[in-house]
């Protein structure tokens, strides 16, 4: 094989790699939910039919009760509340 038409084979093999096997973009659910309870920091929260039991909260949340809606944000395993939606 020519060196040229080489090169050029393994450029568009590498180009087609690139659009054919791209990783995954990674996601960050964001879910809304309600506060069914506050404890200190934590708080247990109703998300899709499902309670969340002693999740972290931001700063931004600490005044949050419940029956307030609030954001839940997953990354990984752990979610986290990032925000209370104001009434």
């Known amino acids: 094989m ?3 038409i080489e090169s050029e084979m393994i450029a ?4 087609l790699a ?3 096997c791209a990783p ?5 659910p964001v879910r809304f939910g309600t506060v069914v309870a ?3 920091a ?6 899709g039919g499902a309670t969340l039991k002693g999740l972290s909260m931001t700063t931004s949340c600490s005044g949050a009760k419940a ?3 609030c954001i839940v944000h997953a ?3 752990i979610a986290v509340v990032t925000g209370i939606i104001a009434k």
């Open 2 to 4: 020519n060196g040229d």
């Open 12 to 15: 568009a093999g590498s180009a």
């Open 18 to 20: 690139g659009i054919f």
């Open 24 to 28: 995954p973009s990674e996601s960050r």
């Open 38 to 40: 506050a404890s200190g």
């Open 42 to 47: 934590r708080l247990d929260v109703s998300v």
């Open 67 to 69: 029956g307030d809606r």
């Open 75 to 77: 990354v990984g395993p």
